[in-house]
């Protein structure tokens, strides 16, 4: 389940300017290609300023392709890059206002926490006191000002990563990338990063990508998601509206869980599925025109088996601490309910679902791909110790 309250927690910080809604970076029509694969395909893509914007997606998808060509590590072979309405298509890593955090920080091992702040403004040939100010600035700014002598080789993980924003912040970029910054992190300390990480951003407001492939980092730090697949953008908006709203099955099934079930709608605001008719709250389809379904398993509330709800037989049920996921065979499609109810496997019981709980999408070339929660059953467990023995 998604805590979608930590997104509002963190908007809550943003200071939005009078700017926000000009684009400070425009991606048009980028072409990217290895070998035979094709990796990026006429994508477009506009940054506002001050935004926190996150691209999202497996591994494959092209999000850190993205990145190393904003950033000017890679070429586009075809396509232009614009930053502040210039194109900076072909301009070279360094005449860039653009700073990278990478995964692993890449701080420098022979220097302290100072000089490795610093050491971009030594490159700048900046003043001795303008050095101090600033790195003195960048060490109060990420909680470090105690410890700028230290050997960064002493450093947690949190510590490195805050050393490296502020090396990344030191000389006044006016884009920040973040290459899955937090992928080293232990759990605790990711969520607490991620919320200094955040505070930082609304501080400066400085323009930050990230790239992740963690469905809950995007939604809990972002203004606005960019999910990818394949090198296509299949969604933007906020973290809500693409939790809440999903364009296709592959953002519904990647961002949460999901039970997608085949319908066909009968008119606006009616559907029907697992032979059943069931009120809604979309329209605009055609009538009996066949649509995905999409149903959260937090929104499905257990109630008494009987012939007016959807009824199954539990196959499984998993505590996960801060509730319980059961799936359910309904006449042998596997749904995933999260309740904080405990169901022993064999239990019949039934489904309620509200109007507002269902959400109706067109068919898409993912329809056919994304199934059921089958691999969650016993069925599952049972075939997998066949094919050991």
Request: neutral net charge.
């Amino acid at each position: 389940m998604i805590h979608l309250q930590l997104a509002s927690d963190y908007l809550l910080l943003i200071k939005r300017g009078d700017n926000l809604n000009n684009n400070i970076l425009s991606l048009k029509n980028i072409c990217m290609q290895f070998g035979n694969e094709v990796i990026l395909e006429n994508l477009n893509l506009d940054v506002s300023k001050g935004q926190f914007l996150t691209l999202l997606g497996a591994s494959g998808c092209g999000k850190t392709t993205i990145l190393r060509i904003i950033a000017g590590f890679l070429q586009p072979l075809k396509g232009k890059v614009i930053f502040e309405n210039k194109d900076i298509t072909n301009l070279p890593p360094h005449k860039r206002e653009v700073n990278t955090v990478f995964q692993k920080y890449a701080l420098f091992p022979h220097l302290n926490i100072f000089e490795n702040i610093a050491f971009g403004l030594r490159v700048a040939k900046k003043s001795k006191q303008e050095i101090e100010n600033r790195v003195s600035e960048m060490l109060k700014l990420v909680g470090l000002s105690r410890m700028a002598q230290r050997s960064v080789n002493n450093l947690s993980g949190g510590q490195q990563q805050r050393v490296a924003v502020a090396r990344a912040l030191a000389n006044y970029p006016k884009l920040i990338l973040l290459d899955e910054p937090f992928a080293a992190l232990d759990l605790r300390l990711k969520k607490d990063m991620q919320f200094e990480l955040k505070k930082i951003q609304a501080k400066t407001g400085i323009t930050f990508i990230s790239v992740t492939h963690d469905q809950e980092e995007a939604l809990s730090m972002s203004d606005i998601v960019v999910v990818l697949d394949k090198g296509k953008i299949q969604q933007i908006g906020p973290p809500k509206d693409i939790y809440n709203e999903p364009k296709n099955a592959f953002v519904a099934d990647f961002i949460g869980e999901s039970n997608i079930i085949d319908g066909i709608m009968l008119e606006d605001y009616l559907v029907k599925f697992v032979g059943k008719k069931f009120k809604c709250l979309d329209k605009g389809f055609e009538k009996g025109e066949k649509v995905d379904v999409v149903i959260r398993p937090e929104d499905i509330k257990l109630v008494s088996p009987d012939a007016g709800h959807i009824s199954g037989v539990v196959t499984s049920s998993t505590f996960r601490g801060v509730n319980n996921e059961i799936i359910i065979d309904v006449d042998g499609f596997k749904w995933m309910v999260q309740t904080i109810e405990y169901k022993n496997v064999g239990d019949i019981i039934g489904l309620g679902i509200s109007p507002e709980d269902i959400h109706i999408m067109k068919k898409s070339k993912y329809s056919s791909e994304i199934g059921d929660y089958s691999s969650f059953s016993d069925e599952f467990f049972n075939e997998k110790e066949e094919i050991c023995h």
